[in-house]
């Protein structure tokens, strides 16, 4: 369906039990809101509703052509408006990628919206950024930072039919990816202009540069991250702990990439409706 918040239009897909829960699902890069297809399912078998929009940028009536739009109090101004738009006063959060920082910062920022926080490959941006100053190993990962952020980098990835985006598919999702999958995010980011709004959220929020300083989150949190997550240091999850002060568990994956709900669905889905059954322990005195 098509909503309107913040003068801008939204693709979102809500779907499941009318009156279950609410969970929001925040996509990352390089992807949209179908990078959720294998773990909505699991979530309608528990009687979730599921939210899941396509991101500003990645709708094609949500594009806004300044990089200074995508800085992430506009990127979390639209997840709390399409939750207005629908009537959600209070969400279960859920983000992948940079879908993750967006959570992180709802989590931070806006607690009063947010039940319950699972948060997918990406730390805390506090502890992701502190891991970057100290962690050689951090340091290592985030290299790919500056080479997302430069000018000319939707050039390069488009050029001699997308062949260096096909690419970075086959690498990143270290070849256990399905062609369809690999298609379906090649195809989104081949339409005009969403390669170029979706790098604008590396430039308008330099992973590597000023602190963001989120502060701690109270809302009952997961984060999942996977070993073999090349973006990712083994001190930037743990120290995630550190800037959660609600209740709190770290899911770590052996045998998965950085692309944990499309490679892990069973798991991601899991974890979120562990949290949400916690909620409802919490809220009411029976699970």
Do not use: C
């Not at 500003?56 to 594009?63: I, L, N, T, V």
């Not at 009537?87 to 983000?95: I, M, T």
């Not at 080479?147 to 690498?171: V, Y």
């Amino acid at each position: 369906m098509k909503i309107k918040a913040n003068d801008l239009v939204f693709d979102v897909d809500v779907a499941g039990a009318e009156d279950g829960e609410a969970v929001l699902l925040l996509h990352g890069f390089p992807h949209n809101r179908q990078s959720w297809a294998d773990v909505v399912p699991i979530l309608h078998g528990a009687g979730l509703r599921t939210i899941a929009p396509d991101q500003r940028g990645y709708s094609d009536g949500a594009r806004p052509t300044g990089v200074a739009a995508y800085a992430l109090p506009h990127l979390a101004a639209d997840a709390l408006g399409v939750l207005d738009a629908l009537g959600v006063a209070k969400a279960h959060v859920v983000g992948h990628d940079w879908g993750a920082a967006v959570a992180w910062y709802l989590g931070a920022r806006h607690p009063d919206r947010v039940h319950t926080l699972t948060a997918v490959a990406i730390p805390h941006l506090d502890a992701y950024q502190h891991a970057f100053e100290v962690d050689e190993e951090q340091r290592h990962s985030s290299q790919y930072v500056d080479f997302l952020m430069a000018e000319d980098t939707a050039a390069h990835f488009l050029a001699d039919d997308a062949a260096e985006l096909w690419a970075w598919f086959r690498q990143a999702g270290d070849d256990v990816l399905t062609p369809e999958q690999i298609r379906r995010d090649v195809d989104t980011h081949r339409r005009p202009g969403v390669l170029h709004a979706a790098l604008n959220w590396y430039r308008a929020n330099n992973l590597v540069g000023e602190p963001f300083r989120f502060g701690p989150v109270p809302v009952p949190t997961t984060l999942i991250w996977s070993v073999r997550d090349v973006a990712v240091s083994t001190l930037a999850a743990e120290d995630t702990a550190k800037h959660v002060t609600g209740p709190y568990k770290l899911v770590t994956l052996r045998e998965t990439s950085h692309w944990q709900p499309q490679q892990a669905p069973d798991v991601v889905a899991a974890e979120i409706i562990e949290r949400v059954a916690g909620h409802r322990y919490t809220v009411t005195g029976v699970s």
